[in-house]
DNA sequence: ATAGGTTCCGTACCATAGTACGGAGTCAAG
DNA sequence: CTTGACTCCGTACTATGGTACGGAACCTAT
């Protein structure tokens, strides 16, 4: 697999072809050569399991919560020796994520709540707006 | 508390006055009426515990993972009868919440997995391209 | 060798959720 | 009764992460 056109990768990575067109404007995928071929400009670009790997890395380190902008960093930082920045980053993301985890798991809550209370209550509307009242 | 400019409004929901008008103009808070003073044109809009309440919502309901339209919606509901629409609108969102936080979570173990391999690896760089592998 | 599907590329456009600007009006203190 | 802060409002701009368009080149199967 080691020769797709970019319509594979793309399907490998379960996005659209713009969107890695997108990702190769931002820098995070590489271009390629095109491999001067038969026709006067050049042959179609063809990629690899290395931007199949990238590619992926980019949809979890998004799922992540990083933004392309970090995840640039990232990638770059996956060349060089410097541990400690990598470390900050992953381990600030682990903050970010404990906090959000949480908030999650109390919108949660509170929605679990209205659903039952919505579906119990007596009558009249349910009571959306005090949902998240007390949390 | 019942009288309240828009700074004062704004500040107790922890958003800036131009926000404040944003979801005024997206109809999600309300517009009162210039109290029809001195002035020509009349007074400065007045807010009161309820536009507070309003305000707190929206912005529960978005850390819950609504969007702003969506909740538009809720607050329609939370007018009328449709005890139905609500519960389901609350349940579509818990289930979206569930596979949010595994994933969150997920994602979680693989960085504290990769900080960890980056503060205790041989030499060389972290292995952050490959973070994400096995999950 | 020709038709149709892809690729390439620049440029433009989109949705979401704000944030900023500027000028006129209004308010509150001194 | 002026000065400085705040309000009002329309309009424009921003950031993030894409998505769409269109024409030329290219590739593949018939």
Redesign the interface.
């Known amino acids: 697999m080691s020769t797709m056109t970019i319509a594979r990768l793309a399907r490998e990575g379960g996005v659209g072809v713009e969107t890695v067109r997108y990702y190769q404007r931002r820098g995070l995928l590489d271009l390629p050569d095109r491999p001067a071929g038969s026709g006067l400009r050049g042959n179609v670009r063809r990629y690899g399991d290395e931007d199949i790997?990238?590619l992926?890395?980019i949809r979890?380190?998004q799922?992540?919560?990083f933004t392309l902008e970090q995840i640039g960093e990232?990638?770059e930082?996956?060349?060089?020796?410097?541990?400690s920045r990598?470390?900050e980053l992953?381990?600030q993301?682990?903050e970010a994520?404990?906090q959000?985890?949480a908030?999650?798991?109390a919108?949660?809550k509170?929605?679990?709540r209205?659903?039952h209370d919505?579906?119990h209550?007596k009558?009249?509307?349910?009571?959306?707006?005090?949902?998240?009242d007390g949390?």
Do not use: Y
């Open positions: 790997r990238r992926r890395f979890s380190a799922a992540a919560g990232l990638i930082l996956d060349a060089t020796e410097d541990r990598a470390r992953a381990n993301r682990i994520l404990d959000k985890i908030e999650l798991q919108a949660r509170s929605l679990h209205l659903a919505c579906a209550g009558a009249g509307p349910c009571p959306i707006l005090t949902a998240f949390d």
